[in-house]
């Protein structure tokens, strides 16, 4: 800081000594307008008194580098004493040019895409992008009540869930989260039917035992194959098996349960069936809800 302090006192005395005085002096401003002299400061003159800007719009300065230190500086002090332009001179007919504060986004015009944003920021994100708060206010969860730049604090990145939650089993990596969640509206969970069972046995442990452990058909079968695509959804026995058995028995004992148990372990069979089936297991008496 102090070096940069020094250089421009250095500059500034060189500045009043020189260019200044002789700008100033009768002879030449008489006979020129205040205009005329500053018109013949060039581009390529005003890197030998100020390195940074040139420097920084060379480097990063996108299509502000077609517009030319002097296209929006016109005249220099002391003979124009505001050389600084506004934003809107340029830009306008959009609403995110009715921002306020645009140099609070673009720190420095002369790398214009080079964006930060405080940590809180949602209203001036939504002159752009209108699908995320749709979907943030249709459903409303605490995500709602976060800023966008909260999640994404640098413009364009995509924040990993896990920087702000724990995964809800050890072995479930970060990329699973969106297998069931979507960031605008985390809680309307849906999933496809290849979502792994173990991440469903995160929170139904029980179930997932239950199933495993059992010698049915339906062991092979993921969780989502029955309960398809959306979180809750309970399907019936008969949206896959029809009628399976005779009017009369269905007549007499209309619920499959009375004889198959639960979907997760038909083996529960009543005694004689079990014995049928010559695969009584010990075991599942424990399991029996
Ligand atoms: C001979 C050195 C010199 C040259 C060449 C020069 N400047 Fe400057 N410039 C200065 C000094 C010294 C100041 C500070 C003047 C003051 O604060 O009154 C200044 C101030 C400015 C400011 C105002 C900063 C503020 O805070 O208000 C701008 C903008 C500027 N210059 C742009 C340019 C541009 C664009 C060019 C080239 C077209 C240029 N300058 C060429 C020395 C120079
Ligand atoms: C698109 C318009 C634009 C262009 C092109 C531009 N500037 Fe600037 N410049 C600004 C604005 C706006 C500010 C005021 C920034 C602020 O208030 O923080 C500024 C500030 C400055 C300052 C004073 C603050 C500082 O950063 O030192 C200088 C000196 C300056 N510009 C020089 C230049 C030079 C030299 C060039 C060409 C290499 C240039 N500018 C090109 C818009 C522009
Ligand atoms: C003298 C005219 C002028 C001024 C003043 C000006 N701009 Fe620009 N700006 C342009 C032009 C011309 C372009 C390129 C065409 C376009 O995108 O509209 C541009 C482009 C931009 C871009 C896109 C850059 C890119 O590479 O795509 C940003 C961001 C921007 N301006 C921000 C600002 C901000 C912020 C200010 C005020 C600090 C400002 N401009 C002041 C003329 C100006
Ligand atoms: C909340 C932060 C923020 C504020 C405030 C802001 N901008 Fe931007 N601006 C952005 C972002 C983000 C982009 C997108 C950049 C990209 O495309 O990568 C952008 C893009 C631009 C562009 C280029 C794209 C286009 O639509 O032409 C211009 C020009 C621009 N801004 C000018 C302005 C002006 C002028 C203001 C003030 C009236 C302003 N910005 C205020 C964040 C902001
Ligand atoms: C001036 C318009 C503008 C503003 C304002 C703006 N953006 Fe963007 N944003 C864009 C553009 C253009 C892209 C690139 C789009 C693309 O690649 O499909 C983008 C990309 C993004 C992406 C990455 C998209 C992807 O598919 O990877 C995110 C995230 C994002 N913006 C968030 C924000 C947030 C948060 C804010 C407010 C703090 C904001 N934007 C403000 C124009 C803007
Ligand atoms: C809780 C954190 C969080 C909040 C709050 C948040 N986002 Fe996102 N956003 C994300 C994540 C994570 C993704 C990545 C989605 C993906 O990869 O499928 C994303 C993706 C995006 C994208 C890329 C396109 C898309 O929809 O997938 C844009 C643009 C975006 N967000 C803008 C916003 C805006 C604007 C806001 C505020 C209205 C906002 N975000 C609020 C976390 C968040
Ligand atoms: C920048 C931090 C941040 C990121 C990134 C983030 N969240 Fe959150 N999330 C929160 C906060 C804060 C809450 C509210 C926690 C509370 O009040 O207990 C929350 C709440 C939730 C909730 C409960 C919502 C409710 O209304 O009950 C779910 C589900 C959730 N997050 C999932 C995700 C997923 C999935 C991702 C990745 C796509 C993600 N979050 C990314 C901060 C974040
Ligand atoms: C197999 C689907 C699935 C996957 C994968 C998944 N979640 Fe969830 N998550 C849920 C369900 C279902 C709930 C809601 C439970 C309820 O209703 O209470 C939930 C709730 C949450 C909550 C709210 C608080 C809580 O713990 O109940 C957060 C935060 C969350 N998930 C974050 C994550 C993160 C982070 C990941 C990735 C590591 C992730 N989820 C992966 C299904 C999933
Ligand atoms: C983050 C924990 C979590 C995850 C992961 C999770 N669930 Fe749940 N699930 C719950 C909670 C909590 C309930 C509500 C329990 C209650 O109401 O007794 C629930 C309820 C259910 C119900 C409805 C129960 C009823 O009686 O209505 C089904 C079906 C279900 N989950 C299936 C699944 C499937 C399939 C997966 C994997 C794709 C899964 N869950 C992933 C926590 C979770
Ligand atoms: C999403 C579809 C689906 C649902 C819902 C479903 N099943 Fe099944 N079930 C199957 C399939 C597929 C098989 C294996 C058929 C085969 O391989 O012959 C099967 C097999 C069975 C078997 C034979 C088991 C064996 O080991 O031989 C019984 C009994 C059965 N289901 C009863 C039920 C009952 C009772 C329900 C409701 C509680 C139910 N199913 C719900 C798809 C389903
Ligand atoms: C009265 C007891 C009883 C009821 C009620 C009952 N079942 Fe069964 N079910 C059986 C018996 C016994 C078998 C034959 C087991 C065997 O052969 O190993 C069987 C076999 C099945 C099979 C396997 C058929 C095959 O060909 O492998 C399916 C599927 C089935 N039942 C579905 C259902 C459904 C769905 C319901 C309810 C609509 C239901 N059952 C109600 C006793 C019952
Ligand atoms: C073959 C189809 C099928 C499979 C596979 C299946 N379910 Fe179910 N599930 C059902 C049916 C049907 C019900 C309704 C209760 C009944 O009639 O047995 C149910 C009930 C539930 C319930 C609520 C009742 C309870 O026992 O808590 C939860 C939670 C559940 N299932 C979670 C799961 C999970 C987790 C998995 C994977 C580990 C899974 N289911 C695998 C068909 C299935």
Request: include cysteine; hydrophobic fraction near 30%; proline fraction near 7%.
């Amino acid at each position: 800081m102090k070096a940069v302090k020094s250089s421009s006192l250095l500059i500034t005395l060189f500045f009043v000594l020189g260019i200044s005085v002789l700008l100033l002096s009768p002879a030449i401003v008489s006979a020129q307008t205040a205009a005329a002299s500053t018109s013949e400061l060039a581009d390529t003159d005003c890197a030998k008194c100020h390195a940074k800007p040139p420097a920084d719009l060379a480097a990063n300065g996108g299509k502000h580098k077609g517009v030319g230190c002097t296209g929006c500086h016109v005249g220099h002090p002391p003979t124009v004493k505001d050389n600084i332009p506004k934003c809107n001179q340029c830009h306008g007919g959009k609403p995110h040019f009715e921002l306020k504060g645009c140099l609070g986004c673009h720190t420095n015009p002369h790398t214009p895409l080079k964006i930060s944003f405080g940590a809180n920021v949602t209203e001036p994100c939504l002159t752009c992008h209108t699908d995320q708060i749709k979907q943030l206010r249709e459903h409303k969860s605490k995500h709602s009540a976060l800023g966008c730049s909260t999640c994404h604090n640098v413009h364009g990145k995509i924040p990993e869930c896990l920087q702000c939650h724990k995964p809800h089993s050890a072995e479930m990596t970060a990329a699973e989260c969106k297998k069931c969640h979507k960031p605008h509206m985390p809680t309307v969970v849906t999933y496809a039917s290849d979502v792994p069972s173990k991440d469903c046995a995160a929170c139904h442990k029980m179930v997932y035992e239950t199933l495993t452990n059992s010698n049915a058909k339906h062991k092979t079968f993921a969780c989502a194959f029955c309960h398809q695509a959306k979180h809750k959804m309970m399907p019936k026995c008969s949206d896959c098996h029809g009628v399976p058995h005779p009017a009369g028995i269905m007549a007499k004992f209309p619920k499959c349960g009375e004889c198959h148990n639960i979907a997760h372990d038909l083996n529960h069979w009543p005694a004689k069936a079990a014995e049928k089936k010559e695969t009584p297991k010990e075991t599942k008496k424990k399991k029996k809800h």
